[in-house]
């Protein structure tokens, strides 16, 4: 019997410096997003946690997300797992003051943390999905990235349809290793991607990889040295998996085009920076370079 939704919901308390509509607004920046749904500031994502599927219908008040479970109450193992996800998902666990401390004195920075206070890092907890997001997006625009993770997703992954609505999760790695090259090139990847993508499938499938065995590594160095083995992921998508995988806060993707382009535009340059010069930026934010990256990508929206 299907349960009402006032029964079957749970709520996590969220820190002081938490901006729910900040973060809404970087979920909605693509309206090809097809691993989550935001109807009137309500948020829908669809998880499957132990061969179960869960539909989250999550809303924020008085500092608290509230989550809904309109198909039916999870196992309370199940609600554990969600609330773990959701905390990753929008780093809560995170006290943002000493950045906010190192960027109300930097003149960089100082304007977009006015503007955008209260905005963490929305991650990608599962590495098979943050691998395989970061290669999609290697050396294309973030339009026709969003185009292909689409048909990626539609074409390899499982979905649940309430009131209508279609709701999707990542395909599984053991899934996209059963595949052959042909099958995702037939999605407009590129040869080199698809290999990749399937290479590294087999990895997690085979349990040579994955998430629990790098976080064992407390050196970042090391981690992303781990990375970088895998073939087709060079320093960008190390830096970017070490962001929003794993919520490292040094991270720096120093040769990513957004962050150009936002340090461009926010220094008022007729050029992009020189590499000398960001990395005296990335100096000047020692221990908050990924939540300088993100605020500055943030800040390229305000151009739409």
């Given at each position: 019997?299907?349960q009402s939704e006032e ?46 599927f869960i539909l989250c ?208 535009m926010q220094l008022a ?36």
């Open positions: 019997m299907k029964k079957c919901h749970i709520e996590l308390s969220t820190p002081m410096l938490f901006n729910y509509d900040e973060c809404l607004l970087f979920l909605a920046r693509s309206n090809q997003e097809v691993l989550h749904t935001i109807k009137d500031e309500i948020l829908y994502k669809l998880l499957k946690i132990n061969n179960e219908k999550i809303g924020y008040s008085a500092q608290k997300i509230q989550v809904h479970f309109p198909l039916k109450a999870p196992s309370k193992a199940a609600v554990e797992q969600v609330k773990a996800y959701i905390r990753e998902w929008f780093d809560l666990d995170r006290n943002l003051a000493p950045f906010y401390k190192v960027a109300q004195k930097d003149a960089i920075l100082q304007q977009p943390v006015k503007k955008y206070y209260g905005l963490r890092i929305i991650g990608i907890p599962d590495l098979f999905e943050a691998l395989v997001w970061a290669i999609v997006g290697q050396q294309i625009n973030l339009t026709f990235a969003y185009t292909l993770k689409k048909r990626f997703v539609e074409h390899f992954g499982e979905s649940v349809t309430y009131e209508g609505e279609t709701y999707w999760v990542f395909p599984t790695c053991e899934k996209i290793a059963s595949l052959q090259i042909e099958d995702v090139r037939a999605l407009q990847f590129t040869v080199r991607k698809a290999e990749y993508i399937i290479a590294i499938a087999h990895a997690m499938a085979s349990g040579a990889l994955n998430k629990e065995k790098l976080l064992k590594e407390q050196n970042r160095t090391t981690m992303k040295k781990l990375l970088m083995e895998i073939r087709g992921v060079g320093a960008w998508t190390a830096d970017y998996v070490l962001m929003k995988c794993f919520h490292d806060p040094t991270s720096f993707p120093i040769a990513d085009v957004g962050l150009h382009n936002a340090l461009k340059l007729d050029r992009k920076p020189t590499i000398d010069e960001l990395k005296k930026f990335e100096a000047q934010w020692q221990g908050w370079q990924a939540y300088a990256t993100f605020y500055l990508w943030r800040s390229l929206y305000d151009k739409v």
